[in-house]
T-cell receptor, first 113, second 114 residues
Framework: DSGVTQTPKHLITATGQRVTLRCSPRSGDLSVYWYQQSLDQGLQFLIQYYNGEERAKGNILERFSAQQFPDLHSELNLSSLELGDSALYFCASSVGGFDTEAFFGQGTRLTVV | SQKIEQNSEALNIQEGKTATLTCNYT??????LQWYRQDPGRGPVFLLL???NEKEKRKERLKVTFDTTLKQSLFHITASQPADSATYLC?????????????WGLGTSLAVNP
């Protein structure tokens, strides 16, 4: 158990809908990262928050947004969903930045139908 | 553009042998490189981080090398066991400022046969 909790584990939704993925980081970790993993593209970094503030941005679509709350949990909002958004979404946390060990959650498998 | 390449073909080896996985990169000068293990349907698990001024790093049966001239990292598992079967990912820090991020290879699948 990594100590990072993601909910829900599975999500099936229709195109055009909006969903929210939730992440609770390990106790004491200030950084939260969101990743998307598909079979053909591997792990794609979406966004990083550090202590409530956006720290780095990757390949995150404009239809996607995220935030980190004062208690350090984070949410990733995906809207106007398309079939191509079907993927595993991982949250990870670490004490510091990219050069510190990241602990990954079990992921949320999103299926858009 | 910045690119990371890992062996796309699965690696099959016999239990007890040494597995060697390769990570090559282009258009980078990364300060460090990380290796992770991922089992099917699960999140990656951190194994080792090696910095640009370190040639080699070891942890139990794992060894990582980092050659910034060749732009290559090798990941070795000695005395391999069936439990080592998994996909192994390498990742490097790319970008700068607000555009910095970890860039990941697609991974190499390792199967250790008893």
């Amino acid at each position: 158990d990594s100590g990072v909790t993601q909910t829900p584990k599975h999500l099936i939704t229709a195109t055009g809908q909006r969903v929210t993925l939730r992440c609770s980081p390990r106790s004491g970790d200030l950084s939260v990262y969101w990743y998307q993993q598909s079979l053909d593209q591997g792990l794609q970094f979406l966004i990083q928050y550090y202590n409530g503030e956006e720290r780095a941005k990757g390949n995150i679509l404009e239809r996607f947004s995220a935030q980190q709350f004062p208690d350090l949990h984070s949410e990733l909002n995906l809207s106007s969903l398309e079939l191509g958004d079907s993927a595993l979404y991982f949250c990870a946390s670490s004490v510091g930045g990219f050069d510190t060990e990241a602990f990954f959650g079990q992921g949320t498998r999103l299926t858009v139908v | 553009s910045q690119k990371i390449e890992q062996n796309s073909e699965a690696l099959n080896i016999q239990e007890g042998k040494t597995a060697t996985l390769t990570c090559n990169y282009t258009n980078y000068s990364p300060a460090y490189l990380q290796w992770y293990r991922q089992d099917p349907g699960r999140g990656p698990v951190f194994l080792l981080l090696i910095r640009e001024n370190e040639k080699e790093k070891r942890k139990e049966r794992l060894k990582v090398t980092f050659d910034t001239t060749l732009k290559q990292s090798l990941f070795h598992i000695t005395a391999s066991q069936p439990a080592d079967s998994a996909t192994y990912l390498c990742a490097l820090r790319g970008g700068a400022g607000n555009n910095r991020k970890l860039i990941w290879g697609l991974g190499t699948s390792l199967a250790v046969n008893p």
